[in-house]
């Protein structure tokens, strides 16, 4: 069964970087036709999905998000990776990695980050 851990800083300042990694374990990230997803979810608000990386390594990007989101991978390490620029207090979330694109089987528990001075 696979497994999704996400890993980073919990607080970030203002207009800087968001870097957030997920390790998966019990599956490779190269495995034909799986997908690699983030999602996050704000104080009272929905899941957000924000971006994912295909088996091949094509990336896809949630149209709101596309001016600051990067998504890569590290096949030695079977991690992807997440990054989000210029952020505000409106970033604050408790951040996804998941295995899926438009539905999602296996989840990482989330791991939450501040943005605050």
């Known amino acids: 069964q696979v497994q999704l851990q996400e890993s980073g800083p919990g607080l970030v300042k203002p207009s800087q970087t968001l870097s957030l990694t997920c390790t998966v374990s019990?599956?490779?990230?190269?495995?034909?036709?799986?997908?690699w997803s983030w999602i996050r979810q704000s104080p009272g608000k929905g899941l957000e999905w924000m971006g994912a990386?295909?088996?091949?390594?094509?990336?896809y990007y949630s149209p709101s998000l596309k001016s600051r989101t990067s998504i890569s991978r590290d096949t030695s390490k079977n991690q992807f990776t997440l990054q989000l620029s210029s952020v505000t207090p409106e970033d604050t979330a408790v951040y996804f990695c998941?295995?899926?694109?438009?539905?999602?089987?296996?989840w990482g528990q989330g791991t939450q980050v501040t943005v605050s001075d």
């Open positions: 990386i295909a088996y091949t390594g094509n990336t």
């Open positions: 998941a295995r899926g694109f438009l539905d999602f089987g296996s």
């Open positions: 019990g599956g490779s990230i190269t495995t034909k036709f799986y997908y």
